[in-house]
T-cell receptor, first 114, second 110 residues
């Protein structure tokens, strides 16, 4: 069964540094997402991406964050000048059709900001 | 009212028990409903979609009550491997995205 893959599985960075989290969505899916989950809290929507542009973003997704689809397969989340409170699991997801379709998640990147 | 609310539990049940979770949602116009399962520090995995007429998948039954704006998940003959957090997911009141509840913890004990 096709999978969403994410790299790295764990990223440790110092406060103020930039990180790039990478994702390869399922190949025939059209919608891509980033969600995050702070330890012990719920899964929160960050951003959705369709047709090479952001279709929606949450209030969490401020100027510190950006997304890109640099080629036909990768989907990246960049966090500039990381803060301690950015420490979380970051999940990439994709869906085949509309944003109401079931999401297929990657196994996540655990980001630790020290 | 929160967009999606769930009883956090934990629900501690013996193997073989039947257990039910409820979830309420605020968006009366929601059309998409799902139950996801999340194991500790893992990604959410789709358990089942929830259809208006209710649906069943083996030991799992999902139901939707639009009038009261809640969905339910029933697990029959619980297994140790059912121990996980069960996430209720609904499309958002504003915007075109799926919103997650905080989850209900299930612990099945032998």
């Amino acid at each position: 069964e096709p999978e969403v893959t994410q790299t790295p599985s764990h990223q440790v960075t110092q406060m103020g540094q930039e990180v790039i989290l990478r994702c390869v969505p399922i190949s025939n899916h059209l919608y891509f997402y980033w969600y995050r989950q702070i330890l012990g809290q719920k899964v929160e929507f960050l951003v959705s991406f369709y047709n090479n542009e952001i279709s929606e973003k949450s209030e969490i997704f401020d100027d510190q964050f950006s997304v890109e689809r640099p080629d036909g397969s990768n989907f990246t989340l960049k966090i500039r000048s990381t803060k301690l409170e950015d420490s979380a699991m970051y999940f990439c997801a994709s869906s085949r059709q509309t944003a109401d379709s079931p999401l297929h998640f990657g196994n996540g990147t655990r980001l630790t900001v020290t | 009212r929160k967009e999606v609310e769930q009883d956090p539990g934990p629900f501690n049940v013996p193997e073989g028990a039947t257990v039910a979770f409820n979830c309420t949602y605020s968006n009366s116009a929601s059309q998409s409903f799902f139950w996801y399962r999340q194991d500790c520090r893992k990604e959410p995995k789709l358990l089942m979609s929830v259809y208006s007429s209710g649906n069943e998948d083996g030991r799992f039954t999902a139901q939707l009550n639009r009038a009261s704006q809640y969905i339910s998940l029933l697990i029959r003959d619980s297994k140790l491997s059912d121990s996980a957090t069960y996430l209720c997911v609904v499309n958002a009141e504003y915007g075109n995205k799926l919103v997650f509840g905080a989850g209900t913890i299930l612990r099945v004990k032998s």
